[in-house]
């Protein structure tokens, strides 16, 4: 393996495939940039290869870099699931008239529930309405600004902390471990979208990076 490409490997770790190529591409060009002006200068092949390589600096410290401001492989992995979650929904009519339909059905169990003197199902049912309305009917609200998108995200937290609140009461604080191990996978979720939003301009945001 040559100096440039074990650089290279080392500088474009957990990068995505696309964040890769265009390192690739710069990097050689910068490399052979100043190779050609060593050698123009009157060193030798070998000579002009290190004054090259020493040019484009630390691999570690320029991928953290790059990572800071290019999509890493989780991320572009996330769009790429978020992208195939919507073309599955847009493509079957009637799964996105079910996941509109079941939280409105669970709200109005709810409602049944609490008037026969079941508040504890009602209260449970309410909650499942809730969740299944905030996970699965968000894609179908017209949010597709940036300020939207904070509002929306806001009001999703409040509410999932609302629900959890509304289940435990007095409890909440008891069972706040089983809060945090069940929302985790959302706030990795969540965190990474922060990431791409930052490094992504909002012309190129799918509806996934609103919510």
Request: include cysteine; proline fraction near 3%; glycine fraction near 6%.
């Amino acid at each position: 393996m040559s100096g440039l490409e074990s650089w290279l490997k080392q500088a474009t770790r957990h990068l995505s495939r696309e964040s890769v190529a265009q390192i690739r591409t710069e990097i050689q060009e910068h490399y052979d940039s100043v190779r050609e002006a060593a050698i123009s200068g009157g060193a030798s092949t070998d000579e002009a290869d290190r004054i090259a390589l020493a040019a484009l600096g630390d691999a570690q410290t320029t991928n953290c870099q790059y990572r800071k401001v290019l999509l890493t492989a989780a991320e572009a992995r996330l769009l790429s699931e978020g992208h195939w979650e919507a073309r599955v929904i847009c493509s079957r009519r009637w799964l996105k008239w079910v996941l509109l339909v079941v939280p409105i059905g669970a709200l109005l169990a709810s409602l049944a529930l609490f008037f026969t003197g079941e508040s504890a199902m009602a209260w449970v049912a309410l909650v499942a309405g809730m969740a299944i309305g905030l996970f699965f009917g968000a894609p179908f609200l017209p949010i597709y600004t940036p300020s939207r998108g904070r509002i929306f995200r806001r009001l999703k937290w409040a509410a999932f902390l609302g629900m959890f609140v509304a289940v435990f009461g007095e409890d909440t604080l008891k069972m706040s471990w089983l809060l945090i191990s069940c929302l985790w996978p959302l706030f990795w979720i969540e965190w990474t979208r922060v990431s791409i939003r930052r490094k992504l301009p909002v012309a190129q945001w799918p509806k996934q990076l609103y919510l």
